[in-house]
């Protein structure tokens, strides 16, 4: 049978209560940040990436699938979604003296359209780099449909971004594509990737 | 000649029982869960196994249900057999009510920004232990623990059982409200919702019995302050270890074809961890009990 303990507390028991109590809440604050602290870890992770061809040096997520084989210098994509696997994309474009950035633009609009349904240009308008540097964002949407009719899925929005920035004769676009219900928040990744970009 | 008379038989005075004036809440936990993995066991052979389909009319109430029955096993088993005993325990309602709006107000919104799912899947088991732990297990223990804390501290405290019925009745009122959000945003089958609400339910009540053990030590031994904190972190560890292995147990193996999930080893695991930490917690709260009866012996009192 279990005793009843009917005590009278004295000073020294209730400041160890306090402590206890203090020690435990201390306790869920610390394991509180150290939780967001791993969950910033497994997101953000980096790993660098050089180009010495290209020219270019950055830090991109861990997790992203990474590749060259294509039009454009990397591709980088987080594989892990479902649905639009959210996508950044670097691309050299030669731009001659005279050539404005609008200009570099237009000629990437041309093409686009054939390979993107629905692609539509929303707006175009200067953007400064994270260094500061001049440059010019075009924000454009596009419908991403599965090729193959048999997987039945519904067709996705994306938003895209192109940040172009100039270097001498050359034009390095810096493509973000996400699903537009996720924009926002996969947006960081492409913010943290231009902080890290040297060319 | 002598006569022979048989001996009369006198009749022991008896000893006054003595009435416990608690409710005995070891014995109500393991009804509540034993009835619980029983209605387990039966929903998902009649629906999982046996096949036996739900009507799509009555889908969404019987999940609501069973999302609901562990509150309501805690209801009869606990809560009203508290009034049945001299010296009921006060609050548990209260608690009960706080924890769940606790778990609505910030649980349910800050593990939503968390998504500890989506980041933790890829990476190993240690890692998605401590991340469990660090994230949905310290947010779920920690408040259960201020919510306690404030409406009880220190002076409902009889016996260390109390802490027990204490942070269980906040255990059920919390994670009652996580079940029935899962319903909400899944909608799955009900054997999936049974087991779902199994696992939740007996894993929030053994990190609960821990964090119990915690303060009714702080309590009747607060010379062992750091118990409290330790054992916080104990449970929230095992939340993230239940988790952890319960979605490793549940996933379907390498197998050629299409692989389908095993949510029967993720049960018994359930089950087995459960039973394994309910025990040793037991050992503990006696071992603790007697303890502290030997050193009020030794003192005479």
């Given at each position: 049978m279990a005793v009843i303990e009917i005590l009278g507390r004295d000073e020294r028991t209730e400041r160890q209560f306090r402590l206890g109590h203090l020690l435990t809440v201390a306790l869920i604050v610390v394991g509180l940040l150290y939780g967001l602290n791993l969950r910033d870890g497994a997101i953000f992770a980096t790993q660098p990436y050089n180009n010495v061809r290209a020219g270019i040096s950055m830090d991109y997520p861990v997790a992203w699938l990474l590749d060259?084989?294509?039009?454009?210098?990397v591709r980088l994509r987080d594989m892990r979604r479902i649905g639009y696997k959210t996508t950044i994309q670097i691309t050299l474009a030669p731009a001659g003296g005279s050539a404005s950035n609008r200009n570099i633009l237009d000629v990437v609009n041309i093409s686009r359209p054939l390979r993107l349904n629905s692609y539509d240009v929303q707006a175009i308008e200067p953007y400064t780099m994270p260094d500061g540097t001049a440059a010019t964002r075009m924000t454009y949407t596009f419908v991403d449909d599965e090729p193959n009719k048999f997987l039945q899925t519904v067709p996705v929005v994306v938003i895209g971004w192109d940040v172009l920035v100039r270097r001498g004769e050359q034009a390095l676009i810096v493509t973000f594509r996400s699903d537009a219900n996720t924009f926002d928040a996969d947006l960081v990744f492409f913010e943290r990737l231009l902080s890290s970009l040297e060319f | 000649m002598s006569q022979y008379t048989s001996a009369k038989l006198i009749t022991p005075p008896r000893e006054e029982e003595s009435i416990y004036?608690?409710?005995r809440v070891w014995r109500s936990l393991t009804i509540e869960l034993g009835v619980l993995f029983a209605l387990t066991v039966l929903i998902y052979g009649a629906v999982g196994i046996a096949g036996f389909g739900v009507p799509r009319p009555l889908s969404g109430g019987l999940n609501i249900a069973l999302a609901l029955t562990p509150a309501a096993l805690w209801g009869i088993f606990s809560l009203w057999a508290e009034r049945r005993v001299p010296e009921g325990r006060r609050h548990l309602l209260g608690i009960a009510v706080i924890s769940a709006l606790t778990a609505n107000a910030i649980a349910i919104p800050v593990l939503d920004w968390l998504q500890p799912a989506q980041w933790l899947t890829f990476t190993g088991v240690f890692d998605r232990i401590l991340g469990y732990a660090f994230t949905v297990g310290i947010i779920q223990i920690g408040l259960q623990y201020l919510v306690v804390r404030f409406i009880t501290w220190p002076d409902a405290y009889r016996i260390r059982e109390d802490a027990i019925a204490f942070t269980t009745a906040s255990a059920v009122g919390y994670i009652t409200v996580l079940n029935l959000y899962a319903v909400w945003v899944d909608a799955p089958n009900a054997d999936v919702v049974a087991l779902r609400v199994f696992t939740n339910t007996s894993l929030a009540l053994l990190a609960a019995v821990v964090l119990a053990y915690g303060l009714a030590e702080l309590r009747f031994q607060p010379k062992l302050y750091y118990t409290l904190p330790l054992t916080l972190l104990i449970a929230a560890v095992l939340i993230g270890v239940g988790i952890t292995f319960r979605t490793n147990f549940s996933s379907g193996g390498f197998v050629l074809g299409v692989g389908g999930t095993r949510p029967l080893f993720g049960l018994g695991f359930s089950a087995g961890l459960v039973f394994a930490g309910m025990l040793s917690m037991l050992f503990l709260f006696n071992v603790s009990e007697r303890q502290s009866r030997e050193a009020r012996e030794g003192r005479g009192e």
């Open positions: 060259t084989d294509g039009d454009y210098v | 004036p608690y409710r």
